[in-house]
């Protein structure tokens, strides 16, 4: 069972990955449209222990946007795998794709920590609610990873 913490920095790594939150009050807001009770002690506690970064946005407007760190330590590495784990039903392959099924609303968490850990094999990834799409350069790949992926989530 997942505590409150866990859940509020999973919905976290969610709106980073695919929204452009500039600021903690930003963050804050979503995070209490999404349900979640939160202050702004909280939200810089747990940008904190993310290690989210704040990184130039792409596009026209000049601002900043927070991010997962590009290099991750094992810690981090730990806590991505987690958020795999934790929101993992199933996978199979079809043709060049992996497809993830995973709990109901955690697909895009999924996504971004399988994007986050930089997972050489993966081309790109599309997350819905409940399935992600993981496109690979051949059918082999896509088997080869998905043996990757099961023996990483048995340690």
Same mark, same amino acid.
């Given at each position: 069972?997942?505590?409150?913490?866990?859940?509020?920095?999973?919905?976290?790594?969610?709106?980073?990955?695919?929204?452009?939150?500039?600021?903690?009050?930003?963050?804050?807001?979503?995070?209490?449209?999404?349900?979640?009770?939160?202050?702004?002690?909280?939200?810089?506690?747990?940008?904190?222990?993310?290690?989210?970064?704040?990184?130039?946005?792409?596009?026209?407007?000049?601002?900043?946007?927070?991010?997962?760190?590009?290099?991750?330590?094992?810690?981090?590495? *730990?806590?991505?795998?987690? +958020?795999?784990?934790?929101?993992?039903? !199933?996978?199979? &392959? /079809?043709?060049? %794709?992996?497809?993830?099924?995973?709990?109901?609303?955690?697909?895009?968490?999924?996504?971004?920590?399988?994007?986050?850990?930089?997972?050489?094999?993966?081309?790109?990834? *599309?997350?819905?609610?409940? +399935?992600?799409?993981?496109?690979?350069? !051949?059918?082999? &790949? /896509?088997?080869? %990873?998905?043996?990757?992926?099961?023996?990483?989530?048995?340690?």
């Amino acid at each position: 069972m997942k505590n409150e913490r866990q859940r509020r920095q999973e919905k976290i790594l969610e709106l980073i990955t695919t929204s452009s939150v500039e600021t903690q009050t930003e963050l804050a807001t979503l995070l209490k449209e999404a349900g979640f009770r939160v202050t702004q002690a909280t939200v810089s506690r747990d940008i904190h222990q993310m290690k989210l970064t704040k990184v130039a946005s792409d596009g026209i407007a000049e601002g900043y946007r927070y991010e997962l760190p590009i290099k991750h330590n094992q810690g981090e590495r *730990i806590k991505l795998r987690r +958020v795999l784990l934790d929101g993992f039903v !199933s996978m199979d &392959t /079809a043709n060049n %794709l992996l497809v993830i099924r995973t709990f109901n609303g955690m697909a895009m968490a999924v996504a971004a920590a399988l994007d986050s850990m930089g997972v050489p094999e993966i081309v790109g990834c *599309i997350a819905g609610d409940d +399935v992600i799409f993981c496109a690979t350069k !051949s059918e082999k &790949t /896509a088997a080869s %990873l998905m043996n990757k992926l099961k023996r990483s989530m048995e340690k």
